[in-house]
């Protein structure tokens, strides 16, 4: 079996790679063929995080040669497509993804519709409104990355599947070598930094109160640090990110209580659970579901971050006890290992029903 993944972003966006490309080894055991097309490069995602001006030359050019591989017929027995196809262009152009016949999955772990249906722009608002839900209805299968997405997703399409954004357990493990001083740690983008940076008075202010280091990986701002000595930043690569992770004590993931990131699929929650690293997060979206009882702490207040903080850096056995539960959880309902097969069942479920199903074309 052939499968086509249309992304958005090429291997160094995170989506990409957890959505799709890890799991391709066991695709490939399973007799499944994963042939990977994003439309936007590594180097147009490292401009996002450093603000480097993208050529428009160059995007239209990326656009064009999605419209040319749609229209050529992608030689495959079923079509993955992972948020996007044409972003900001009519929802017309999304539809030669059913120019072939063959089923078509949609993947999606970020609340999308907003960004057209809420967008401040009234241009934008009358002519994208509805595009994500258009393209839902028509698809044969969602698979989502969190109960929300996939709730909002079964209104249109019936055959919607909670699939959260998981690690393989076999790299993501637990690291226990010792080190001089605890690490409060947290990986991410630019984009996703604007949550944590409320709290970065009050987490420098902990980390300080007990000898501790505040590491930042893949985001921050130089002046940030200047304002705050006790915080780190190291720069994102994918060799490094998983030592990067099993190098913290206590991972966090604040979150904005918006509607954007009530579709947040808590992927910083499971890098950090699969690494028995106890974590605290803000009790929003899927962070409440993904993190369970007895894996790490909620906290919604500054009071409540202070308190949950204090209490991890000052009891190691705390640390340990909700770390020890929370590897378990990720293994168990987080894992590669755990979701392979069931993507593999549907995707052959969704091929072997083509023959008995009429072909929709755009």
């Not at 010792?178 to 996703?192: C, D, F, Q």
Request: net charge neutral; aromatic share 10%; glycine share 6%.
């Amino acid at each position: 079996m052939r499968v086509v993944a249309f992304t958005k972003y090429d291997r160094e966006a995170a989506s990409t790679r957890q959505r799709f490309l890890q799991y391709a080894p066991s695709f490939a055991s399973g007799g499944i063929e994963l042939r990977h097309r994003p439309l936007l490069s590594d180097a147009y995602v490292r401009s996002l995080a450093t603000g480097e001006h993208w050529s428009r030359t160059a995007l239209l050019r990326s656009y064009g040669d999605r419209l040319l591989e749609l229209l050529r017929t992608p030689d495959a027995d079923l079509i993955c497509v992972h948020a996007e196809l044409f972003p900001y262009l009519p929802s017309a152009f999304d539809r030669l993804a059913f120019w072939s016949g063959v089923p078509v999955v949609y993947d999606w772990d970020d609340a999308l519709f907003l960004k057209y249906n809420d967008n401040p722009n009234p241009v934008v608002r009358k002519l994208l409104s509805g595009k994500i839900e258009q393209f839902l209805a028509r698809v044969s299968a969602v698979t989502c990355g969190n109960e929300f997405l996939r709730d909002y997703a079964a209104r249109y399409c019936a055959r919607s599947e909670l699939v959260p954004t998981v690690v393989d357990t076999d790299v993501y493990r637990p690291d226990s070598r010792p080190r001089e001083k605890l690490v409060v740690g947290w990986i991410g983008s630019p984009t996703t930094w604007e949550n944590v940076r409320p709290l970065l008075p009050l987490l420098c202010a902990v980390c300080t109160e007990f000898g501790a280091r505040f590491r930042v990986v893949g985001a921050g701002v130089k002046a940030e640090r200047d304002r705050f000595p006790e915080m780190e930043l190291v720069p994102w690569t994918e060799a490094t990110e998983v030592a990067e992770v099993q190098g913290f004590d206590i991972g966090i993931m604040p979150l904005i209580d918006a509607p954007f990131e009530r579709g947040k699929s808590a992927y910083k929650l499971v890098q950090y659970m699969a690494c028995a690293i106890p974590s605290v997060a803000s009790p929003v979206g899927a962070n409440e579901t993904v993190l369970g009882p007895g894996c790490g702490l909620l906290a919604t207040s500054d009071a409540d971050w202070r308190t949950a903080l204090t209490d991890l850096l000052a009891n190691a056995e705390l640390r340990r006890s909700l770390g020890k539960q929370a590897r378990e959880r990720a293994v168990a309902g987080y894992s590669l290992q755990a979701h392979a097969p069931r993507l593999i069942a549907l995707f052959r479920d969704l091929v072997d029903r083509r023959s008995s199903m009429p072909v929709r074309r755009a």
